[in-house]
């Protein structure tokens, strides 16, 4: 546990948190809470202090409103790290707000818990009397979902906002004030651009970044950092990926290809070279389950149920534990079998429906919910297919009168498929002979 610190001497403070703003005009992001009008503005103006979970990606600010909430109001600032403390921190947080409210001048306090979700169900119960007591406020920071990883009982007592990642404008920003406060060279527009698309919305990447190449600069004596001397100096770093640039498309492409062309082997490769680059593995989840319906579909339906249950997993156990999820799915979709049959059907219709007229459903298919609609005939004539033999009303109709059947779904022999398509044809040859 850490009460808020003293400032350090410039030249020892990181450029981090030396750049950290000191009032809301200087945050950089975050406008859909921080903006006029929004949620978490209002609650700094409001004059009173709420206890809440901050939720978003690493350096994307969260404790810098929780620090700036703090000066908001007045209040003392107790900082605890989940990942190295316990409750004894608690115990002295407790002590320290205690202390804060009864001395000659009374203040609030703030207690700030970095990585929230690495506390267990005891620590975090610990902090509930507390927080209902109003003894402290309670401000927690987590980069996991705290629908999984905090308890009902303390997220029931906490309003949770979501941050998001920084724009590149937004980093083009922070760039900017980095060069002013620390005199770097110039940085050519190439450099900033692959320092942005490497810092993936994080300022804290992109300043400890900075701060790594402004020491290499002055130890060269370079009048500007170019993009050639900037993969020089951090290398494997900046070269392995490059979000939203040509070489993360060709990567994500080689692993939807990998996995389509039952190559585990190589979908394992192509994986593991995006994560060690820097994909975010929820983005790289819901590619699975893309390929799980575009490319296997109902040959195995399983597929979809498995991506859907290994990004489940992943939101619950995080990186890295939670990737193994993800490479058990990806190799269940690489030896799976494909099909794109309802992928294709599904984009046949569509193109179908937007180039034709619009057809009126045929009478016998329309509910008659009222005695009028029955007297117009509606669902006069329908036959209910459960009481049918087979449960199937062999012979009846089912599109507009006068559209010939499109053939839209066309199962592949292969996986479960094989056996729709015996069962379609059952279906059509009963179809026949009833007419």
């Not at 707000?97 to 620590?123: M, W, Y």
């Not at 179908?352 to 009028?372: E, I, S």
Request: net charge neutral; aromatic share 8%.
């Amino acid at each position: 546990m850490t009460l808020r610190p003293g400032a350090a001497p410039q030249g020892l403070t990181p450029l981090a948190e030396q750049l950290r703003p000191r009032t809301l005009g200087e945050v950089v992001g975050q406008r859909h809470l921080l903006g006029e009008g929004m949620a978490l503005r209002l609650a700094f103006e409001s004059g009173q202090p709420h206890s809440c979970i901050l939720w978003g990606p690493p350096g994307t600010g969260k404790t810098t409103i929780a620090r700036l909430m703090a000066d908001a109001f007045d209040a003392q600032f107790i900082t605890i790290s989940a990942v190295l403390g316990g409750v004894k921190d608690i115990r002295e947080a407790v002590e320290h707000a205690q202390a804060a409210r009864t001395g000659l001048v009374p203040r609030g306090t703030i207690v700030f818990v970095d990585e929230v979700h690495r506390f267990n169900k005891s620590q975090q119960d610990a902090f509930l009397p507390h927080v209902e007591s109003g003894l402290f406020t309670f401000i927690g920071a987590t980069t996991e979902n705290p629908s999984f990883e905090v308890n009902s009982a303390l997220l029931s007592r906490a309003a949770v906002y979501v941050l998001q990642p920084l724009a590149e404008d937004d980093l083009k920003q922070i760039v900017a004030r980095a060069s002013a406060e620390r005199s770097f060279p110039a940085i050519e527009k190439e450099a900033v651009e692959r320092l942005v698309a490497y810092a993936d919305g994080d300022a804290r990447r992109l300043l400890n970044t900075l701060e790594t190449l402004g020491v290499a600069a002055a130890r060269e004596q370079l009048a500007a950092i170019t993009d050639t001397w900037l993969l020089r100096v951090l290398g494997e770093r900046l070269r392995r990926y490059d979000k939203g640039g040509e070489q993360f498309y060709d990567t994500i492409s080689a692993l939807h290809k990998s996995v389509r062309g039952s190559d585990p082997d190589a979908a394992l490769y192509w994986f593991v070279r995006m994560l060690d680059g820097g994909a975010d593995p929820r983005y790289l989840a819901r590619r699975l389950i893309r390929m799980a319906t575009e490319d296997i579909g109902l040959a195995d339906p399983r597929a979809l149920r498995l991506a859907l249950d290994a990004a489940d997993v992943y939101e619950r156990l995080g990186s890295p534990e939670g990737e193994l999820a993800l490479a058990e799915c990806l190799v269940y979709l690489a030896v799976a079998p494909k099909s794109n049959a309802v992928y294709k059907a599904f984009n046949e219709a569509k193109a179908y429906v937007k180039k034709d007229g619009t057809r009126p459903v045929p009478m016998h298919l329309r509910n008659a919910p009222t005695q009028l609609m029955k007297d117009l005939e509606y669902g006069r004539g329908y036959r209910y297919a459960h009481d049918e033999a087979g449960g199937f009303a062999a012979g009846e109709t089912y599109l507009p009168e006068g559209m010939a059947p499109p053939g839209f779904y066309r199962p592949v022999p292969r996986g479960l498929e094989i056996r729709i398509a015996d069962k379609l044809d059952e279906l059509r040859r009963l179809n026949h002979q009833k007419s």
